[in-house]
């Protein structure tokens, strides 16, 4: 039988923040602005959301091998609380599985949409004549061949994109004492700390891109930039070199020392409370729709909300950069 409810985020992965004898998950709808608990199969999915005009339910299915493969894996990251004893095999497979949930959301359909509509704007402005050619571009990025082409995508661009994802430093960051990592709607965010004016700083291959996914509501993964690491051991090492040649002071030297031996040797850092906030912050700034929690704490959503009440309604494709 072809299931008709096609999570968009993998119930397996749901399923490692629900609680209780019923197994409920904590759920933020940021456009109603409240809060509910649900069952798993409830959340994270669309009818039909998988299913191509040309080649049915097929993706769907292949999206399950997948999260076989894969869900054993995580498993044991979160039962040995580690990633040391991780072969490559599991890395790689790690790596495909956070390109195709991050390719496989609403989010992108929704980029997608946002992009068609933005071409047409700087070509043709406000006005667009009826059966035109600009309303015929307009309307190929409406929903049936917006979800088509994001199919599509899903196909051929993971495999493309994994050397990238493979190229960066897997670690593992767990929850401070009494705080619980969110997943969202889009559970696959990126960050980067080096602003690009005027330009995409957020590609899989733009220098200082870290890339994160909370696996439970204590563990969190995360693909960190490897130039930014080779940055700090080389920053690391030259100053050494300054200590031994007794032209500089030893200080400074800890917080860089920590990084790499938590990258070096795969040791799983406890977060403070203040890092914690911005892992939590990025998956509500980065959701379509749904927040998702083992615990009924929302009071942080519930601030940035205050603080900026469109934070669902932001636009995913943003024109600061004169390209067209």
Do not use: W
Request: aromatic share 8%.
């Amino acid at each position: 039988m072809e299931p008709k409810k096609q999570h968009y985020v993998p119930q397996f992965l749901l399923s490692k923040f629900a609680v209780g004898k019923k197994k409920r998950i904590h759920t933020f709808d940021l456009k109603m602005a409240k809060s509910f608990a649900s069952q798993i199969r409830d959340v994270g999915h669309e009818n039909n959301f998988y299913n191509h005009p040309e080649e049915g339910n097929q993706m769907e299915f292949q999206l399950g091998k997948l999260e076989t493969k894969v869900a054993p894996i995580i498993d044991k990251i979160i039962s040995e609380g580690s990633i040391k004893s991780l072969s490559k095999g599991d890395q790689k497979y790690l790596g495909i599985f956070t390109i195709v949930q991050m390719m496989r959301v609403n989010s992108i359909r929704e980029s997608l949409v946002e992009m068609g509509e933005l071409i047409v704007d700087k070509f043709v402005g406000d006005s667009v004549e009826p059966d035109s050619q600009a309303d015929h571009l307009l309307t190929s990025f409406k929903e049936l061949d917006v979800k088509t082409q994001s199919i599509d995508m899903l196909k051929e661009t993971p495999l493309q994109l994994l050397p990238y994802i493979l190229d960066k430093h897997i670690s593992l960051v767990k929850a401070p004492k009494g705080e619980v990592f969110y997943i969202s709607d889009n559970p696959i965010v990126k960050y980067n700390h080096q602003p690009r004016e005027h330009r995409g700083n957020l590609g899989l291959r733009v220098k200082g891109v870290e890339v994160h996914l909370p696996i439970s509501p204590k563990f969190c993964l995360s693909f960190l930039c490897s130039e930014l690491v080779d940055d700090i051991r080389k920053a690391v090492n030259h100053h050494q070199a300054a200590v031994l040649m007794e032209s500089t002071s030893p200080n400074g030297l800890a917080e860089s020392i920590s990084i790499l031996n938590h990258i070096d040797n795969k040791i799983t850092k406890e977060l403070s409370s203040e890092n914690m906030e911005y892992h939590n912050s990025l998956q509500v700034l980065h959701c379509s729709r749904f927040i998702y929690s083992s615990n009924s704490d929302f009071d942080l959503v519930n601030i940035m909300l205050s603080d900026n009440p469109n934070i669902g309604l932001n636009p995913r494709v943003v024109d600061g950069s004169n390209v067209f």
